[in-house]
């Protein structure tokens, strides 16, 4: 299992540019999320989605857009970059487990965004 | 208002000694979970351990344990015999309502855990 995955690693934007985060997750796991985890702060949620075709608003969704058409992938798009979108974004997916009282959410190693 | 507090922004702590991190939670609904996790140098977010608020004793996990104290709503970490590869950051994060109806997270600002060799 490749568990989560997130590209790029890295990206420098311009401001007004858009681009998209690519996340995928190879454990059918139903839930998937985007966080940004900015100095200082925990992390934030920005979208979510509960299934294929389902996705919603998180705590600070402005300037981001989510589709989930397929279980395993959940793209993060920035429409017009800027520079308050610079940080780091992390990719989640969790799903229940059999046997286990919870659901830990299983991280991506995160795509350091910065924004100029 | 903080729903997670996480009040020790750093901390040093001597290799081997035991140390606790810190967290209090506010929540009105009798149903939730805590979570911490570790973050290294190298980005990665770790899960840790989990406490459920109807879950009757404290969670370990190896050399990790919580003191859970319900009515004070805190749900601090605690690392037995630390050692150098303990140093990250810590993150504690709440899970409101039941599992399986909500998986979302809200999350301490976390701290930053050094230990001294």
């Known amino acids: 299992n490749a568990g989560v995955t997130q590209t790029p690693k890295f990206q420098v934007l311009k401001t007004g540019q858009s681009m998209t985060l690519q996340c995928a997750q190879d454990m059918n796991h139903e839930y998937m999320s985007w966080y940004r985890q900015d100095p200082g ?4 949620l920005i979208h979510y989605s509960v299934g294929a075709g389902i996705t919603d608003q998180g705590e600070v969704p ?24 610079t940080s780091v974004y992390f990719c989640a997916s969790s799903s229940p487990r059999t046997g286990v009282s919870y659901n ?8 350091r965004l910065t924004v100029l | 208002a903080q729903k997670i507090t996480q009040t ?15 967290c209090t939670y506010d929540t009105s609904d009798p149903s939730y979970g805590l979570f911490w996790y570790k973050q290294p140098s190298s980005g990665e977010m770790i899960f840790l351990i989990y406490q459920g608020s109807y879950d009757q004793q404290n969670a370990t996990e190896g050399r990790y344990s919580l003191n859970f104290q319900k009515a004070r709503k805190s ?43």
């Open chain 1, 62 to 85: 402005n300037g981001y857009n989510v589709s989930r058409s397929t279980t395993e992938d959940f793209p993060l798009r920035l429409l017009s970059a800027a520079p308050s979108q």
């Open chain 1, 41 to 44: 702060m925990g992390l934030r």
């Open chain 2, 8 to 22: 020790q922004p750093g901390m040093f702590v001597q290799e081997k000694e035991a140390v606790t991190l810190d």
């Open chain 1, 104 to 111: 830990e959410q299983f991280f991506g190693p995160g795509t």
């Open chain 2, 75 to 117: 749900a601090n970490l605690v690392i037995s015999a630390s050692q150098l590869g303990d140093s990250a950051m810590y993150f504690c994060a709440m899970r409101e309502g039941y599992m399986d109806s909500n998986y979302q997270l809200i999350w301490g600002a976390g701290t930053k855990l050094i230990i001294k060799p």
